[in-house]
């Protein structure tokens, strides 16, 4: 398998990084403070789509069949449309690391999801929600979040799209960075969860940045 992979707590949640080495260059753009804005953002889309593939890896429902081609009968596999992969950015940096969803998934709907930290208590807050109802049954939902730091944000992200159905197994989180006290809270609440991260970091300070991280992902995405 092209990732390595990491069992938290001794429960059956997988962190993967994959190893290729574009992730690296753009995780590397990132971490650069002089990187400009629109490089930034840029490169926060990059790793996004790379992060993707990984997490669609072997997870996509296909129809098999035959069509025409110049030179004859081919037998063929296409990913179902019929099943669209449920995208879940957390605005708003995660808006940047979705932005290619469509491009690289057949068919996807896209849910927009708000959550802010208060800076002081580091507890989320949810803003704007624009989850379903009832996502469908079998629905396979990816979870978008730049920065898993102390995890607050990311599991009251996925605890709403419990809610409304979906499976630990059906869910798949992608992000830039991931620092232990998240990924820690996720095993402890999701057994089965798929965590895909461009990087791990080993500390988050007590304002609730990752060390050495990349800043803060939606200010140096948007400018603002």
């Not at 997988?14 to 400009?36: A, D, M």
């Not at 019929?82 to 969803?101: D, K, T």
Request: with cysteine; hydrophobic share 45%.
């Amino acid at each position: 398998m092209a990732a390595e992979n990491k069992v938290i707590s001794g429960d059956r949640m997988l962190v993967f990084v994959p190893p290729h080495p574009l992730i690296k260059h753009w995780v590397s753009v990132l971490r650069n403070e002089q990187t400009p804005c629109p490089v930034f953002k840029n490169a926060m889309a990059e790793l996004g789509r790379l992060l993707m593939y990984e997490a669609s890896r072997d997870w996509l429902p296909t129809i098999a069949g035959e069509i025409q081609s110049p030179m004859g009968i081919a037998s063929v596999e296409f990913v179902d449309p019929r099943e669209p992969v449920a995208i879940v950015p957390i605005l708003r940096a995660g808006l940047a690391l979705a932005e290619h969803a469509s491009s690289i998934l057949p068919a996807t709907k896209t849910y927009h999801l708000g959550v802010s930290r208060n800076e002081e208590t580091l507890q989320p807050s949810v803003y704007l929600n624009k989850l379903p109802d009832k996502f469908p049954e079998g629905s396979r939902v990816i979870v978008v979040d730049p920065m898993l730091a102390t995890g607050g944000t990311i599991v009251e992200a996925i605890e709403l799209i419990k809610e409304r159905g979906v499976e630990n197994s059906q869910i798949k989180v992608i992000c830039a960075v991931a620092a232990p006290p998240a990924l820690t809270k996720l095993s402890e609440k999701f057994p089965r969860l798929h965590v895909y991260a461009g990087i791990l970091d080993p500390i988050v300070n007590e304002k609730g940045f990752i060390i050495p991280g990349l800043g803060d992902a939606g200010d140096r995405s948007f400018g603002t």
